[in-house]
């Protein structure tokens, strides 16, 4: 009976945190060129209102852009994407930092 629960437990924890990160993928695709493209990598929530999320797409002439990072900023409970970027993932954890601040 423990071993159920516990599962339960684990599992309701890992589906909690990949909502966040799923509204932030979705925010993302609905700023690409070619949404079906997106590979997505790192994604670090900075705080409850801001976040980063590695994504790599084809860009208009077809070709990949390369890693970039979207800077994510939450508005009535919605991510909206601020820009994207050619920073690292780390730089994109600090200027939303520093944005936050303000």
């Known amino acids: 009976m423990k071993k159920i ?3 339960v437990v684990v599992a309701l924890l890992l589906s909690a945190c990949g909502g966040v ?3 932030a993928k979705k925010a993302v695709l609905g700023r690409l060129k ?3 493209s997106a590979k997505f990598g790192k994604f670090t929530q900075v705080n409850e209102k801001t976040a980063c999320l590695t994504v790599n797409a084809r860009n208009s ?3 990949y852009t390369g890693d970039q990072q979207a800077h994510l900023m939450k508005f009535e409970d919605k991510w909206d994407v601020m820009t994207i ?3 690292s ?3 994109c954890i ?3 930092k520093k944005a936050s601040e303000k």
């Open 34 to 36: 070619d949404p079906d």
């Open 21 to 23: 990160e799923s509204e």
């Open 5 to 7: 629960s516990l599962l």
């Open 61 to 63: 002439m077809g070709g």
């Open 85 to 87: 970027g050619e920073v």
């Open 89 to 91: 993932h780390d730089e």
């Open 94 to 96: 600090g200027i939303m």
